[in-house]
């Protein structure tokens, strides 16, 4: 006789194969099961209770235990559960959240159409697939190439794994040759060795580089996140975007705004696009757009876009680009529910406010610590970046290890939150309070001092 946990356990390394794991490490560890959660706590199969620091992978940005969501999904499906928008069929949900988006998105953006998918990826591969569509349909075929910055994170599928740009990600895989990396506006390791304020944004002109050395007549796109998330999080400098979306605009390329992390109030507005007032032509939506009750990602456009596929499509050419699960019925009232416990909570406010005190509070806690390279975040997105004292080198020489353990350390005194390589990163759920934030920081800063004696 086993117990449930010993059953789930061995089965779990018998058959279940883990994303981003290393598969000797886990069987070893077996795996760390939930049995549920409410708020910002997660309970575990051996009787904790944890905190998520990081609203499981930025994402759960409402909570954990929502039962309006799981009330608005039970009830959908018990009426129509799924069925295609190919051809034209459609669904309640689907038209409401469709519609509810295009009142969300700031004005300016005129984005007002949108096609659900299941996530990040793939809604990173639909822009990909139609801006390619809008240039040829306006007769420039030859733009194909997309542009992504270093340290960029936009899925892991064939387009989207190749806009990615963190090396790990591409150990034993080339990425798609017409995936073109440009310069990132990373400060701290700036690639030109220049300081902010006086590098006349040399990031931005390195891109104009890449185009006129590309060809603007051969660039479709230009992809980048508002923050960077899986990167390290990292804000751009102020005028950073608006620069950006100009030279795009100057050379007719598309820009597409990646707010898989940023949207739904992460970053203290509803969409990151609201701090630089910068404008995309589409925007690619996933994750806080349920909280992640239930897998869904969006593609929005604005009018020029929809118009120019509406109009210039050869007559009986449809849209060629479709999934079994688009605009799931589902997905997309679980989205609804989400949303409206968004602004009926005033959570875009309450991430703005309590992730201001969340980055004052690392910042008083952490600027003297000897082995902090900088303290950065916006919203509900806050990152300690270490590094060995006088260089940029990784604490103790081996990459991870110094923030692999802080974290590794925090989840043994039950609390969640994530190494993005030198980096201690947190995105707690937007419902966060100020006295959580405490707590969370309280565990960090004891994690930090405990592995920092191991190196001094
Ligand atoms: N874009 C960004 C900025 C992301 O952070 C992610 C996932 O972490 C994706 C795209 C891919 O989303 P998904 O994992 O839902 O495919």
């Not at 940005?61 to 039962?67: A, D, I, L, S, W």
């Not at 990173?124 to 040829?136: K, S």
Request: charged share 20%; with cysteine; proline share 6%.
């Amino acid at each position: 006789m086993c117990t449930p946990q010993a059953f789930l356990s061995k089965n779990d390394n018998a058959h279940l194969l883990h994303p981003i794991t290393e598969f000797r490490t886990q069987e070893k560890k077996g795996p760390r099961i939930f049995t549920g959660g409410k708020g910002i706590r997660l309970d575990t199969i051996d009787g904790r209770s944890v905190i998520d620091g990081f609203s499981g992978l930025f994402n759960i940005n409402v909570g954990h235990g929502r039962t309006e969501i799981a009330d608005a999904v039970a009830e959908q499906m018990r009426k129509l559960a799924y069925y295609p928008s190919f051809y034209g069929f459609s669904s309640e949900p689907a038209i409401r959240l469709a519609e509810r988006l295009s009142k969300l998105m700031p004005a300016p953006s005129e984005i007002d159409h949108f096609l659900f998918t299941t996530g990040g990826s793939d809604a990173n591969e639909t822009a990909f697939g139609t801006a390619r569509l809008y240039h040829a349909l306006r007769g420039e075929k030859s733009r194909k190439k997309i542009l992504s910055r270093r340290w960029s994170y936009h899925g892991i599928t064939r387009g989207a794994g190749s806009a990615t740009t963190i090396p790990l990600y591409h150990m034993f895989s080339e990425p798609d040759p017409l995936h073109v990396p440009v310069a990132a506006p990373y400060c701290l390791r700036c690639q030109f060795g220049l300081k902010l304020h006086d590098c006349g944004l040399r990031c931005v002109d390195s891109v104009a580089e890449t185009i006129q050395k590309e060809g603007a007549d051969t660039i479709a796109a230009f992809i980048a996140e508002p923050v960077f998330g899986t990167g390290g999080i990292i804000p751009p400098p102020p005028e950073y975007f608006q620069r950006l979306a100009d030279l795009c605009r100057s050379h007719g390329i598309l820009f597409i705004l990646d707010e898989v992390i940023t949207g739904f109030g992460r970053t203290g507005t509803w969409f990151g696009m609201e701090h630089w007032n910068v404008y995309p032509d589409l925007v690619s939506l996933a994750k806080g757009i349920t909280s992640g009750y239930l897998p869904l990602g969006a593609m929005g456009v604005s009018r020029r876009v929809y118009e120019t596929i509406r109009d210039q499509s050869p007559q009986k050419y449809p849209f060629m680009i479709g999934l079994t699960y688009n605009n799931h019925p589902s997905s997309c009232a679980a989205a609804l529910a989400n949303i409206e416990i968004i602004e009926n909570e005033g959570l875009v406010d309450k991430s703005r406010q309590v992730g201001a005190y969340m980055l004052e509070r690392l910042q008083e806690v952490f600027k003297d610590h000897p082995f902090v390279a900088e303290i950065r975040g916006l919203g509900m997105l806050a990152s300690v970046e270490f590094a060995n004292p006088g260089s940029l080198d990784p604490v103790g020489g081996r990459p991870m290890a110094f923030t692999g353990a802080v974290v590794g350390r925090c989840w043994e005194e039950g609390l969640i939150i994530r190494a993005l390589w030198e980096n201690v990163s947190l995105a707690p759920p937007l419902c966060t309070t100020p006295a959580q934030v405490d707590e969370m920081i309280d565990i960090v800063r004891k994690a930090v001092e405990s592995v920092t004696r191991k190196y001094i």
